[in-house]
């Protein structure tokens, strides 16, 4: 079948039956101008009465999830709305400064990703942008970060939502793919340097991060003076300094408010230490426990003029 459009982009309707088509106009190709979607019947097989004049070429389209806006995108870097059926263009407007290149909804709609790009002719050079957009109010939502790959276009080809809108993808002109987290910020929201090796060891759930930390140069088989740093992932606030004499081993319970820290095999003091934040009658000393094994433990409620709590475990041998 002929169509009357030179085709860019295409888009299934949430319904199955319906394709947007999205391309140059082919009455007005070689102009540098002129661009349409038009719609396909699949159930048919027959090109439907209504077409959408763009200014410029179609190179990007798709339809909300629930099949009532379809968005366009054109190389003159516009994204623009339209309500479904009436076919009637929306006021609002995305804008990028290179020619769109893909567009996606996100899942449920509330977001749309849009990926821009123009690439220098005949050398390996251009511009690139990834952007995803509040599709209600057409804000900015966030503007991902990439490296720019050194003597290589940065021009991004595609973009698409996953994991439950919760990543973006893209694709650029050079063949690396870029993957972030979302939402935003999509940068680092905390960074922390050590003079330590360090491991981590989420609580279940998340809501605490704890921080193994023991001298980078130690080569003492275990037995090297070590720090378990209790923090908010929120915001990295240092809840608790845990301070252990040898290497420790650390576990949490499974609703998270408690921590396990117990010494590897053959440390010269093998010992398990339970942490948790109410401190149990009768035992607020390193040794409470004894040999029983019914292990208590805290920290102090009292901070230092640091900020930091340091706990004081009841220990089981």
Do not use: Y
């Not at 275990?222 to 845990?242: F, K, S």
Request: charged residues 20%; glycine residues 12%; positive net charge.
């Amino acid at each position: 079948m002929q169509l009357p459009v030179r085709v860019q982009a295409l888009a299934w309707h949430p319904d199955g039956r319906t394709l947007a088509v999205g391309g140059t106009d082919s009455a007005k190709a070689g102009t540098g101008a002129g661009g349409a979607v038009l719609f396909f019947d699949a159930s048919r097989a027959a090109v439907m009465p209504l077409t959408l004049p763009h200014g410029d070429t179609v190179s990007a389209v798709g339809f909300h999830p629930n099949g009532k806006t379809l968005a366009t995108g054109c190389r003159d870097g516009l994204v623009r709305f339209w309500n479904m059926p009436e076919a009637k263009l929306m006021p609002k407007l995305l804008r990028h400064a290179d020619p769109l290149t893909g567009l996606r909804f996100s899942a449920t709609g509330d977001m749309l990703a849009t990926s821009a790009g123009h690439h220098e002719p005949g050398v390996r050079a251009g511009t690139g942008t990834v952007r995803v957009w509040d599709t209600e109010t057409a804000t900015l939502l966030v503007a991902p970060h990439f490296d720019p790959a050194p003597g290589q276009s940065q021009k991004m080809h595609a973009v698409a939502f996953g994991a439950g809108d919760r990543k973006l993808a893209a694709v650029s002109e050079h063949g690396k793919a870029h993957l972030w987290e979302l939402p935003p910020p999509n940068r680092p929201r905390l960074d922390l340097t050590f003079d330590a090796w360090a491991d981590l060891f989420p609580s279940p759930g998340g809501h605490t991060l704890a921080l193994r930390l023991m001298p980078p140069l130690a080569r003492g088989f275990n037995n090297e003076p070590t720090t378990v740093a209790l923090l908010d992932p929120a915001d990295g606030t240092v809840r608790a300094i845990l301070p252990h004499p040898v290497v420790v081993r650390v576990v949490f319970s499974r609703d998270g408010r408690r921590l396990f820290t117990f010494t590897h095999a053959g440390a010269r003091e093998p010992r398990v230490r339970l942490w948790h934040d109410a401190p149990p009658a009768g035992c607020d000393g390193a040794h409470g426990a004894g040999a029983s094994g019914s292990a208590g433990s805290t920290r102090r409620r009292a901070g230092r003029g640091d900020g930091r709590r340091h706990g004081r475990p009841c220990v089981a041998r």
